[in-house]
């Protein structure tokens, strides 16, 4: 709901704002606002204070999930129309991804999601369509993954034809990277058993430079981002004969 994604604007923007000054911004009663919070907090967006919405840790996957909540909706709508009915592909941990797993149990038939995320598991919990399998592993509890040598042992039991993954910077000169040694390591084993891979990511990652070398550009076979991208990235990405889906 539009309403709603603006909420989520308002809230990331002050960090912490009274639903009063919520009403007001949006012309809408408090009643109304705090209906929303509800379900906002509900899908572990935001956290409640009395009269307060607040934001969650900046480390906490419900925080990065909240934040350009509309724009990862766009590129998790349009990757959608990637996957047919019937499908299992793998998702990793990302927050457009988790956002890309919900509209996959909102719009298609018997899909099977394969994935490292307690996150995305807990965030489906609501949709009674959802088939979803879990890679086991070592877990981290910000970003409420599985990782290391056990889930290392679990996905070589799959092969899948694509896998889905966010990413945290890019590099021109290799390609797009990681924060995490640890989370990364268990995404490029997550990428061995899949015949593509497909990245969903905002166009402000394509500023920032990630920690670790995650995928070199001739890895990747698709990319779903937002028009914001700049037209020379498109234009690299396009000459190493990567499809580039631009979300409108």
């Known amino acids: 709901m539009e309403r709603r994604n603006k909420l989520l604007e308002l809230i990331t923007a002050e960090g912490k704002i009274s639903v009063s000054d919520l009403a007001l911004k949006t012309g809408v009663s408090q009643v109304t606002i705090r209906k929303d919070l509800d379900e906002l907090s509900s899908k572990g967006l935001i956290a409640r204070e009395h009269g307060f919405a607040v934001t969650l840790n900046n480390d906490d996957i419900s925080n990065r999930l909240s ?4 724009t990862k909706m766009k590129i998790a709508k349009l990757a959608a129309e990637s996957i047919d009915d019937g499908e299992t592909i793998m998702i990793e941990s990302g927050s457009t991804c988790a956002l890309l797993a919900e509209e996959l149990c909102k719009t298609k038939k018997n899909i099977r999601i394969i994935t490292n995320s307690i996150f995305i598991a807990n965030f489906l919990r609501g949709y009674k369509n959802a088939n979803i399998t879990i890679l086991g592993g070592e877990f981290q509890p910000e970003s409420q993954v599985n990782t290391g040598p056990i889930t290392k042992l679990c996905v070589q039991q799959y092969m899948v034809d694509k896998l889905f993954v966010g990413v945290d910077g890019f590099e021109e000169s290799y390609g797009f990277t990681g924060s995490n040694l640890i989370r990364t390591d268990t995404v490029k084993d997550m990428a061995k058993s ?11 990652k394509f500023a920032d430079r990630g920690l670790v070398r995650q995928f070199s550009l001739e890895e990747i076979d698709s990319i779903y981002t937002d028009n914001s991208i700049e037209r020379k990235v498109v234009d690299l990405l396009q000459n190493q004969d990567i499809q580039v889906n631009i979300a409108k």
């Open 67 to 70: 934040h350009n909540y509309s």
């Open 194 to 204: 899949a015949k593509h891979i497909y990245i969903l990511t905002s166009s402000e």
